[in-house]
T-cell receptor, first 112, second 110 residues
Framework: NAGVTQTPKFQVLKTGQSMTLQCAQD?????MYWYRQDPGMGLRLIYY???????DKGEVPNGYNVSRLNKREFSLRLESAAPSQTSVYFC???????????FGQGTRLTVV | EDQVTQSPEALRLQEGESSSLNCSYT??????LFWYRQDPGKGPEFLFT???AGEEKEKERLKATLTKKESFLHITAPKPEDSATYLC???????????FGKGTKLSVKP
């Protein structure tokens, strides 16, 4: 049972380039989330999808877009990467609003 | 404003030296408090969920407790393999997403 799978694990981008971070879960969860983790800042919510077909902004959505492709997959897109988006990105999923979230292993992104 | 504060930021213990980590919170419509463990280079790993004041949960050397304003993660006779960053998060009722504290980095020396 893989849980939450993120690809890629590492990525280096040049300023202005675009890329999509992929996330898939095999736990039949309704809700999915994208967080970023920066030193001294903790985990901050970028976007979330409470259920298939819905997406909502979190705490730090600027510069990002998301797509809930189906119940399993939730992607995060950087249209024009900036050095401030250098971070570790985590995808998570949960069965419902009151249950624990399970995290992927993260994508370490560096924008130069 | 909803907020989660963890203390201390870092904690160094000798093997076998018991201690506690604190998570204080202010949130409207609490729908659960969650503890996670995070090892370097890995994603957070779920430990416990607490829903109401007075609730306690245990797992091996860890015990989590909850009051109306804070939660404690008690570590009894820790071992070096307990070294990690421990994260606390609360879920708000209106949106359902998690608000995380900045974590406590625990180091246990043999």
């Amino acid at each position: 049972n893989a849980g939450v799978t993120q690809t890629p694990k590492f990525q280096v981008l040049k300023t202005g380039q675009s890329m999509t971070l992929q996330c898939a879960q095999d736990m039949n969860h309704n809700s999915m989330y994208w967080y970023r983790q920066d030193p001294g800042m903790g985990l901050r919510l970028i976007y979330y999808s409470a259920s298939e077909g819905t997406t909502d902004k979190g705490e730090v959505p600027n510069g990002y877009n998301v797509s809930r492709l189906n119940k399993r997959e939730f992607s995060l897109r950087l249209e024009s990467a900036a050095p401030s988006q250098t971070s570790v990105y985590f995808c998570a999923s949960s069965g419902g609003w009151n249950t624990e979230a399970f995290f992927g292993q993260g994508t370490r992104l560096t924008v130069v | 404003e909803d907020q989660v504060t963890q203390s201390p930021e870092a904690l160094r213990l000798q093997e076998g030296e018991s201690s506690s980590l604190n998570c204080s919170y202010t949130v409207s419509g609490l729908r659960g408090l969650f503890w996670y463990r995070q090892d370097p280079g890995k994603g957070p790993e779920f430990l416990f969920t607490l829903y109401s004041a007075g609730e306690e949960k245990e797992k091996e050397r860890l015990k989590a407790t909850l009051t109306k304003k804070e939660s404690f993660l008690h570590i009894t006779a820790p071992k070096p393999e307990d070294s990690a960053t421990y994260l606390c998060a609360v879920r708000r009722g209106s949106q359902g997403n998690l608000i995380f504290g900045k974590g406590t980095k625990l180091s246990v020396k043999p």
